[in-house]
């Protein structure tokens, strides 16, 4: 079966830093940034983009709608063998 | 394994901020499910086409600047009065679609002829209900839906049933009305009772859109802020301590 991998986009100015994607990621993808964003928030951000699966769930769950989802499926570079 | 770079395109996008929502950076503060109820709304409103056709209605509490966050015609009531106002809206342009959006000091303290009379005229509109159990907008107060033993500023060391009576669970007393179609319950914790959310909230409007009467979505919400709690210790707090008393799910649909 192809294998979903997914990436985030975090509108690091909108971010308030409020930790409920982070909480909300299956797969520990998103951390808060040490820096702070012009309001002074620690933004989100992929601390480990490769565990991201593009599920949505940290976006959906995001209360200032600061994130957008991409998702691919991957094709095997190998021919399944039945 | 593609690079997070190449997956970024426009035919990879799977979630994006709906058109709805306007660029203004909502007031509230970081966290608050206010916020994710709005983006809820949008959507529904964006997926079924009405963006043109449908009204809201903004309360008094932290939600009354509602109308800057979604981009359709907004009317502003007075402190609990929405549920008359949408009812003089939705009579006025019956071709519209008219919904309320009320915290629980609005919907449950000041406004509950309002809301009780409206719901029992079986007025055909929306209500949504956010029920953080606390008046977050003017510092936290105890709210008639503030939980046994909870603090608030008005009740620093918990709410004394004895000394300020019973928490009000209106919606339960919402469903019993003739003139309610659908009542349900809901909350926006997890990503999977976010989709639960926008399912209900899809079907109150498609109710009015079949004339029904009057729909009720109440979403059991967080005050970060009042509750004196991080965000993600206000979700949990809410699970072990809020949905135990404001269960979740349909309570009437006809
Ligand atoms: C007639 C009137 N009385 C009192 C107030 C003060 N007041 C403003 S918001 C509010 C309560 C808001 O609580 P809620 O409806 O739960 O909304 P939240 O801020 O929690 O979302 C009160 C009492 C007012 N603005 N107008
Ligand atoms: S949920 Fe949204 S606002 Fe909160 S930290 Fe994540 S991206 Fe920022
Ligand atoms: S899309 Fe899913 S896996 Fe990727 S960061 Fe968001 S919650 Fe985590
Ligand atoms: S005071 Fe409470 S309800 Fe108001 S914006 Fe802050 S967290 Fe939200
Ligand atoms: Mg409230």
Redesign the pocket.
């Known amino acids: 079966m192809a294998k979903a991998k997914g990436a985030i986009v975090?509108?690091t100015v909108?971010?308030?830093?409020?930790?409920?994607?982070?909480s909300?990621c299956p797969t520990q993808v998103?951390k808060?940034a040490d820096q702070v964003n012009g309001k002074g928030?620690h933004?989100?951000y992929m601390a480990n983009p490769d565990a991201c699966t593009g599920c949505s769930n940290?976006a959906i769950?995001?209360?200032?709608?600061?994130?957008t989802v991409y998702r691919v499926k991957q094709t095997s570079a190998e021919p399944t063998i039945h | 394994m593609a690079d997070t770079y190449t997956i970024i395109s426009p035919e990879n996008l799977v979630y994006k901020k709906t058109d709805l929502l306007l660029d203004n950076v909502m007031h509230y503060c970081?966290?608050c499910s206010h916020g994710t109820v709005h983006k809820l709304i949008a959507e529904v409103i964006d997926e079924m086409g009405i963006q043109e056709s449908t009204i809201g209605i903004a309360p008094v509490g932290c939600s009354v600047l509602a109308y800057n966050y979604i981009d359709i015609d907004w009317q502003e009531a007075a402190h609990g009065r929405a549920p008359a106002l949408a009812t003089a809206v939705k009579r006025l342009m019956p071709d519209k679609i008219v919904f309320s959006y009320q915290g629980d000091g609005d919907l449950a303290a000041i406004g509950t002829a309002e809301t009780i009379h409206a719901c029992n005229r079986g007025e055909n509109i929306v209500m949504v209900f956010i029920n953080n159990g606390i008046y977050g907008m003017t510092g936290g107060q105890m709210a008639p839906t503030t939980l046994p033993g909870m603090p608030a500023s008005t009740c620093p060391t918990g709410r004394d049933v004895k000394r300020d009576g019973n928490p009000l669970k209106i919606t339960e007393l919402l469903a019993q009305l003739p003139g309610t179609c659908f009542v349900t319950r809901h909350s926006v914790h997890t990503p999977g009772n976010v989709r639960k959310t926008k399912k209900a909230l899809r079907k109150a409007f498609e109710n009015q859109l079949a004339n029904k009467g009057t729909s009720l979505v109440e979403v059991v919400s967080t005050c970060s802020s009042g509750w004196k709690m991080t965000?993600v210790q206000s979700n949990k707090w809410m699970e072990e301590n809020m949905l135990p008393y404001y269960p979740l799910g349909d309570i009437k649909d006809e």
């Open positions: 975090v509108d909108t971010c308030k830093g409020c930790n409920i994607c982070v909300a998103i808060l928030y933004y989100a940290c769950m995001c209360p200032d709608t600061c994130i | 970081p966290g965000p």
